[in-house]
């Protein structure tokens, strides 16, 4: 599988990106399909998550109610979209897959080349 995230950018306190990733070789409803981060000075860490065989959204507390993860299965793309963003939501972001159930920061097979986000006045 091999996918292609895009979408990031500079962007004020408060506004919105919508994050998307384009898969090819693979359909992306056969794996896990997750959002990663990875900010400054930090671990790399899990945002969002569709777990294999389901169409819900799983989110990390930090973005809870702010970022929605969603696919397109006709398109075979994955995205996010990030409202009410912060500075603390700086980072470089990933797409990545795995064939398993859930998604797991430490076991994805695949990964996007990533897209940095900067939230910035």
């Known amino acids: 599988v091999q996918l292609q995230a895009s979408g990031g950018g500079l962007v004020q306190p408060g506004g919105s990106l919508n994050l998307s990733c384009t898969a090819s070789?693979?359909?992306?409803?056969?794996?896990?399909n997750g959002w990663f981060r990875r900010a400054p000075g930090k671990e790399r860490e899990g945002v969002a998550c569709?777990?294999?065989?389901?169409?819900?959204?799983y989110y990390a507390d930090s973005v809870k109610g702010r970022f929605t993860i969603s696919r397109d299965n006709a398109r075979n793309t994955l995205y996010l979209q990030m409202n009410s963003l912060k500075p603390e939501d700086t980072a470089q972001y990933y797409c990545?897959?795995?064939?398993?159930?859930?998604?797991?920061?430490?076991?994805?097979?695949?990964w996007g080349m990533g897209t940095q986000v900067t939230v910035s006045s």
């Open positions: 990545a897959v795995r064939f398993g159930r859930l998604c797991d920061v430490k076991n994805m097979e695949y």
């Open positions: 070789g693979r359909s992306l409803r056969g794996y896990a």
């Open positions: 569709i777990p294999m065989n389901d169409e819900r959204g």
